[in-house]
Structure formats: C-alpha cells, structure tokens
T-cell receptor, first 113, second 116 residues
C-alpha cells in the first residue's frame, strides 16, 4: 500500500535536546512538506522540499531543520532553539497529477518537558 | 499572500441533516485551488474535495459539495445527510495553481459534532 509513514506516533523529550521526526513516503512524490499544528488551530508550514537536495523555509522555520537526501525521506529536526516545540507534527507529500492534493502521514505528537 | 478564514470554531448538526461549514479566502492570485480536509480525533488529514478557481461547476464528491462563490471569495463545504462518523475537525485550504510552489495555506478549522 502506498502512503506516508511517520514514526513514532508519540515522542517525549527533555527541554534542551534535539529530536528528529521521521517521514517516509512510497508514493513517488517529488514534493514533501512539514506542518505544525497546535491545539484547536490550523496547520502552519515549517519547511518544504520540491526535489531532492533542495528545501525552502515555510512560515515558522525558526528552530527547525530538515534534509532531503532521498526522494522518499524528509526528516525534521526540532532543535533546542525552538522555544515552544510541544505540538502535533504532520508530514505531507504532493504528486504532479490531478488536483495535486496533499497526502498526509498520521502525525507525530511531540511533548517536550 | 493568501489567507483563509473559518469563522465557526464549532458547529452542531443532527444526524441525517445537512450542514454548511463556512470558508472565505483572500488572494491576489488569478488561478488557485481550494481544498477541504477532514481531521478525525486520531489526527490524520483526509482530503475531501477540491475546487479550481476557473471551474464553472461546483465540485461534488458523494455527500460533500462545495458552494463556490468567486465574487464573494467563499468556498463553503456542504455535508448532506450527516452521519455520526462525520464528527471531526474540518479545514479549508488553498494554494496557487501554476508555478512550482504547491504548499497549502490552511484556515483555523471548524469542529463539527453530529448529534444522534
């Protein structure tokens, strides 16, 4: 089955530690995205990548970093510089046909204490 | 810049009745696409329906239809014959059509509760 996987579903970290969230897709999509969602709010774009080895900052990139070494993978690192990292993180990808709707992974809920 | 506004934080509807979720948008782009996504309590985002800015017909997908009024910059989602499983958060989103950038701008969402 094609889709997007994110692991783990729940992640707990101590303040001051960097943490990396994984995102893997087998949809053969070129573009991938990372969003952050806070309780009761919409999604905000952190980073996106249109092709391998290239990525751009979204609206709230400060305190985050990404890499895109393979088409299938787009990991997100939440660094200690991110002031309020506790949130729900969603990864998505987009194909190049049809509506270009974004397909989402199941998300990772990160709690930093 | 693009902006999506959803003014209904929460909505209630009786099972089997229809409900309209409001969405207004603002953009300077001539060509754009409007999306609706459903987010159940589990968190995944489920694509529901799409409307292109140049589409003359309102989009429909099963029980979902999009009431697109371009002059008013509104793209309301209509769910007919509501079911208990429709209880979820609903997000309106948009993106520019054309060019390489395909990222979405989301509204703040509407929490729909279907009552038995």
């Amino acid at each position: 089955d094609g889709g997007i996987t994110q692991s783990p579903k729940y992640l707990f970290r101590k303040e001051g530690q960097n943490v990396t969230l994984s995102c893997e897709q087998n949809l053969n999509h070129d573009a991938m995205y990372w969003y952050r969602q806070d309780p009761g709010q919409g999604l905000r774009l952190i980073y996106y990548s249109q092709i391998v080895n290239d990525f751009q900052k979204g609206d709230i990139a400060e305190g985050y970093s990404v890499s895109r070494e393979k088409k299938e993978s787009f990991p997100l690192t939440v660094t200690s510089a991110q002031k309020n990292p506790t949130a729900f993180y969603l990864c998505a990808s987009t194909g190049t046909s049809g509506y270009d709707e974004q397909y989402f992974g199941p998300g990772t809920r990160l709690t930093v204490t | 810049a693009q902006k999506i506004t959803q003014t209904q934080p929460g909505m209630f509807v009786q099972e089997k009745e229809a409900v309209t979720l409001d969405c207004t948008y603002d953009t300077s782009d001539q060509s754009y696409g409007l999306f609706w996504y459903k987010q159940p309590s589990s968190g995944e985002m489920i694509f529901l329906i799409y409307q292109g800015s140049y589409d003359e017909q309102n989009a429909t997908e099963g029980r979902y239809s999009l009431n697109f009024q371009k002059a008013r910059k509104s793209a309301n989602l209509v769910i007919s014959a509501s079911q208990l499983g429709d209880s979820a958060m609903y997000f309106c989103a948009m993106r520019r059509v054309g060019g390489s950038a395909r990222q979405l701008t989301f509204g703040s969402g509407t929490q729909l509760t279907v009552l038995p």
